[in-house]
Nanobody, 123 residues
Framework: QVQLVESGGGVVQAGDSLRVSCAASGRTLSSYATAWFRRPPGKEREFVAAIIGSGGSTYYADSVKGRFTISRDNAKNTVYLQMNSLKPEDTAVYYC????????????????WGQGTQVTVSS
C-alpha cells in the first residue's frame, strides 16, 4: 500500500500558475497509475489528469487540456500537477490517488487517496 500526501495548494489570481505535489511513501509510484481528481465547492469529485505505467502515459480531462500538465519524478517518488492559466472554476480541493487496475478516469478504480490540498483561484 502507498501513502499519499498532497501539498502546494494556495490562493492565486486568475491567470496565475500553481504546482501541486503528491508525495508517496510505502511503494514507488511507478508501480501504479496515479491521478489527480478535484472537488469544486458544491460539486462532485471529478477527474483531472492521470499518469499511467512505467512509461508515464498521460491523460487529461477536457476542461484542463492545454493548461495542466501531470508529471512524475521517480527519484523523489512524487507526482506533480502543473496548473497554468488558472480560472476561478478551477477552485477545488485537489486529491491524488493511485490504482493498479481499472479505468484511469474513474474514482471507483482508485485504491489509495491523499487528504487533498485546497486551490483557490480568485477572479
Amino acid at each position: 500500500q502507498v501513502q499519499l500526501v498532497e501539498s502546494g495548494g494556495g490562493v492565486v489570481q486568475a491567470g496565475d500558475s500553481l504546482r501541486v505535489s503528491c508525495a508517496a511513501s510505502g511503494r514507488t509510484l511507478s508501480s501504479y497509475a496515479t491521478a489527480w481528481f478535484r472537488r469544486p465547492p458544491g460539486k462532485e469529485r471529478e477527474f483531472v489528469a492521470a499518469i499511467i505505467g512505467s512509461g508515464g502515459s498521460t491523460y487529461y480531462a477536457d476542461s484542463v487540456k492545454g493548461r495542466f500538465t501531470i508529471s512524475r519524478d521517480n527519484a523523489k517518488n512524487t507526482v506533480y500537477l502543473q496548473m497554468n492559466s488558472l480560472k476561478p472554476e478551477d477552485t477545488a480541493v485537489y486529491y491524488c490517488a493511485t490504482r493498479t487496475v481499472g479505468p484511469y478516469y474513474s474514482a471507483r478504480a482508485y485504491e489509495n487517496w491523499g487528504q487533498g490540498t485546497q486551490v483557490t483561484v480568485s477572479s
